[in-house]
């Protein structure tokens, strides 16, 4: 049989009079005795079907025994409705179908929850039922918004001369700066694979094939600690190009998101996006991931403090360290309990505090009073250009907690004081650190990874000055958040040994974690570049969503487990043999 012809949300006022079949779920059912209403839904939305015991007694009787989420087929006559019984609110709402036959295909439970978008369901709850969850709306919407983006995507790519490749998802495991999920062999007891934690050394081999443009929808794991835009296995937008510079990768990506905006959610974004480095970065916004949508920057004080009496200031600052403050427009009401509570919000990042300035129609409140003088304190105003009603708050500390703390401090302000934070900001944040000190370790660490490609002169700077060196490596960010990390990889096989060894790598330890890498740099490898870009956190801000999950059909929770299957779970003793594995 056929089981519809219509899809239930696509029936307008232009099929009045028509015949038609649907098939779909009961979402509600209303018994008025004679007549019975069902509304119907299916992914397209909701019609609603009329039963009337005066012309279909037999239908009607058969739709007594309807109940929510039953799975029916159903066909009849599509008539108008009368106007003071049209739904404004349903897009369908101004017709509706007079069922003259009904097959009841499968009877349902009564669900755990209503699968409706206004109900407040505990996520564990949702993910253990993922299946109802689906059936929501919201959900549905979210996962169509995915594959509009996934398609867009491998459009425009294709378009721009890209070639999809898939690379392994059994392969070596390689430091990478998250742990990997390994997968034991039973081929080959006692050794392991690891899961990708991205398909880095996979695409830099593509380049060196001769494939010059690659991309993937590729699936990433990574064992790490999870949170709302983490989850251990992710999906990225992963591409490499060859013969290329910074300029050429990012023009690519911004094209791909402006079609991708206009084709998803038809929006127009503009073009080139902005640049900002590292520093600019940290200095400005106190993070490498800065939300542009708003103002209130980080402003730096260090000379005018210097001039005050101020010990908290003379001292951060004779130490190396640096004042730097933020203008909180409006901010003037907050309570001393206010400004505490603010400063505990930071401490995580170090910050023994907050000095604040509260400026007032007459004069101004502050700690500061006792050591500055009132000109000392109109230049600090004047830095900030405040005006009264405003607060002032300061931070004196090294510039490696100062810069984190302010920009905790900056979000933090803009959550309390309701600033606005509306549309779409791109930026590049350029010229990342090449390494960074691991003080648990005692050792230097790639802040990206190993194959970046490093600014610098000569081999030698690797070794004497390495904690000042910058990199050709990018991260695009939208609305304060990291959508994927770049560079320009190493070309060069010296310079890719000289990185390995100021990380620590001794010759033995290169050769088995990338002894495949390194021989095939010796064979004519090209300049290259790439990006990879995640795709959950992607359509999370397109959708308007706060978690990733909410954009992934089926997510582990935050603590890594799938309700719905109840994975990870112990496996049968013989599999464990087998593998010549003992749990402990």
């Known amino acids: 049989m056929a089981y519809r012809d219509e899809w239930c949300g696509n029936i307008g006022e232009e099929a009045v009079g028509r015949r038609v079949r649907v098939a779909g779920w009961v979402h509600r059912r209303r018994d008025h005795g004679g007549l019975i209403f069902v509304d119907l839904r299916d992914r397209a939305g909701i019609v609603q079907l009329v039963f009337e015991e005066e012309t279909g007694p037999s239908v009607h009787s058969q739709a007594q025994s309807l109940r929510s989420e039953f799975v029916i087929s159903a066909a009849g006559k599509v008539v108008a409705r009368s106007p003071e019984r049209v739904n404004p609110n349903l897009a369908t709402g101004a017709v ?60 425009y790519l294709g378009e721009q001369g890209f070639i999809e490749v898939e690379t392994p998802i059994l392969t070596k495991s390689t430091p990478e700066g998250a742990r990997d999920f390994l997968v034991p062999s039973r081929l080959r007891p006692g050794e392991f694979y690891a899961l990708p934690q991205s398909p880095q050394l996979f695409k830099q081999l593509l380049m060196i094939g001769g494939f010059e443009r690659y991309y993937q929808i590729a699936r990433a794991f990574r ?26 990768i990012q023009d690519v990506v911004e094209g791909m998101f402006v079609a991708a905006f206009r084709s998803a959610l038809d929006i127009e974004i503009s073009r080139p996006f902005p640049r900002l480095t590292y520093g600019e970065a940290m200095a400005r916004f106190g993070s490498d991931k800065p939300d542009l949508r708003f103002g209130m920057e980080i402003v730096d004080v260090g000379d005018l403090a210097a001039t ?17 403050g933020i203008r909180a427009e409006g901010g003037g009401r907050f309570s001393r309990k206010d400004i ?70 900056r979000l933090a302000l803009a959550s309390r004081l309701g600033v606005e934070r509306k549309g779409w900001r791109f930026v590049w944040v350029v010229d990342f650190p090449m390494f960074e000190y691991d003080e648990r370790e005692k050792r230097l660490q790639a802040q990206h990874h190993p194959f970046t490609k ?41 310079l890719q040994k000289a990185v390995f060894t100021a990380l620590g790598l001794t010759e033995d330890e290169i050769k088995l974690k990338f002894g495949f890498l390194v021989e095939a740099m010796d064979y004519g490898i090209p300049p290259l570049g790439g990006i990879g870009l995640g795709l959950d956190r992607t359509v999370m801000l397109m959708a308007g969503e706060s978690s990733i999950r909410d954009v992934i059909a089926f997510p582990k929770t935050a603590s890594g487990s799938c309700p719905l299957t109840d994975a990870p779970s112990r496996v049968g003793d013989d599999q464990l043999r087998e593998l010549r594995i003992r749990t402990f």
């Open 223 to 248: 064992d790490e600690d999870l949170r709302a835009d983490r989850q251990p296995e992710h999906t990225q937008i992963d591409i490499e190009m060859s013969f290329i510079d910074e300029e050429d």
């Open 340 to 409: 505490d509570d603010l400063a505990a919000e930071i401490a995580v990042f170090g910050a023994k505090g907050l000095i604040p300035v509260w400026i007032e129609e007459v004069g101004v409140r502050s700690p500061l009073q006792k050591s500055t003088t009132p000109g000392q304190m109109q230049a600090l105003i004047e830095r900030f250009a405040g005006r009264p009603g405003d607060i002032l708050l300061f931070v004196a500390a090294e510039k490696a907690v100062a810069e984190p703390s302010l920009g905790a401090l």
């Open 308 to 324: 005050t009496e101020s010990r908290v200031f003379t001292d951060t600052l004779s130490r190396g360290g640096v004042v730097r």
């Open 454 to 494: 490093p600014r610098l002169e000569r081999l030698e700077d690797l070794q004497e000055r390495p904690l000042e060196l910058g990199t050709y490596a990018y991260d695009l960010v939208l609305n304060g958040v990291e959508l994927g990390s770049g560079s320009l990889r190493i070309a060069d096989p010296q």
């Open 96 to 155: 509706e179908i007079v069922v003259d036959e009904l097959d009841i295909l499968a009877a349902s439970d009564t669900p755990p929850f209503p699968p409706e978008d206004d109900v407040d369901v505990d996520e564990t709850l949702r993910l253990k039922y993922r299946y109802i969850d689906l059936r929501r709306p919201r959900m549905f919407r979210n996962l169509l918004l995915r594959h509009q983006v996934v398609q867009t995507v491998r459009r």
